[in-house]
């Protein structure tokens, strides 16, 4: 309990304060757009493939998609995980939350410049320690930025389809305090977990919460919300500077 305990006390940083955060730019040679996102422990490649094609159900209706797939290698974990694909299909938790990423981004752009064509972004986990979906939206944004960009430096879009920015981060309720970008051992053993996705505009694309130990008040709730509304900013900033030199 002891162990416990001590695993649970921010000796490295505020309750209200992010982990380190940074974000390498075009590390993949061959996708039209790529990042690598650190978020404390938590690394995610994100990567932006641009396919000239739409799904089914979008065909003949000259506007553009975004979606997403999500996974974790074997050895980004404590113990070795099998590969979905040796499992034959994604679990659950895969597929809400490339969903999640999928719905996010294409929060960020209007799909009716894009003309028929299919930007697909892939986020592979290399090492998680908490917050991989929301590393993966805030991270897949930079790598979509990039795809973008290269689509308009060589006359294939007209119009910029890039609205705004959108980034994600998780707070939750540990020992009681409410705390901003869990890492693993606090999110595992926090009262109540919740992912907020943002908009650069200051608008909420999506709101997952849980919780866990315990019931929680409105008031609660409010004061993650308005914790989320802090932190978000700053990953704005830094997916700026990730994007100011292309």
Known sequence: MEFIVETLLRVDRSAT?????????QVNRYA????????????????ASVEESVPSFLKGQGQGWITAE?????????TRMKRESAEGKASGRTLEIQRLIGRALR????????????????????????GTRCASITGGWVALWYAIE???QR??????????A?????????????????????DSACDTDLNAVMTANGHWVEVQG??????LPRSTLNSLLDLAELGIPELFKIQSNAVRLA
């Open 17 to 25: 304060s992010l982990r380190n955060v940074k974000i390498e730019t």
């Open 32 to 47: 039209e757009g790529s990042a690598l996102i650190h978020m404390g422990n938590t690394h995610v490649l994100c990567t």
């Open 70 to 78: 999500y996974g974790m290698l074997p050895r980004s974990t404590h």
């Open 107 to 130: 929060a960020s752009i209007d799909t009716s410049l894009l003309g028929e064509r299919c930007i697909r972004i892939d986020c592979d986990v290399l090492q998680a320690d908490g």
């Open 150 to 152: 290269g689509l308009m």
């Open 155 to 164: 006359g294939m879009l007209v119009t910029d389809p890039r609205k705004q």
């Open 166 to 186: 959108v980034a994600a981060l998780s707070v939750g309720v540990v020992n009681g305090e409410p705390r901003l970008d869990l890492n693993y051992e606090e």
């Open 210 to 215: 849980t919780a866990e130990g315990q019931t």
